[in-house]
């Protein structure tokens, strides 16, 4: 159990939606109020999100034993394209807690009303 746990998708998948729900909670502490504000930290933490994504999926190859560089000389351009489709699909987990959180950054507004 420990070792599907640590080497399977389990503990990415937890990893990234924990991430999905703390990285607009962050990034409000330093964001602006206002609605139009509200777009932009949803847009910054969607790119935040998917750049992790990919970094977790990059990481779990390597961990695996895939060399990067290795990946790169078969494929090219083909690699970032193939972290960026893996990334997509790991949005299914983060996502919708994303959006949750997002929702719940205007109750801490003091100057600006939803």
Known sequence: MTAA???GLILPAICLAAL???VPR???I???E???WLMGLAL???I???LCGAGFFAVLYTSQGVNIDDLYATGGLSVPLHFAKL???SALLWAPLMVLSLAGVPKNWVKEVW
């Open 5 to 7: 746990f640590a080497n």
């Open 30 to 32: 330093f964001w602006p």
């Open 48 to 50: 935040i999100m998917a």
């Open 20 to 22: 999905g729900w703390t």
């Open 26 to 28: 962050v990034l409000a």
């Open 87 to 89: 990334s997509l699909i």
């Open 34 to 36: 206002g609605v139009k």
């Open 44 to 46: 910054v933490s969607t």
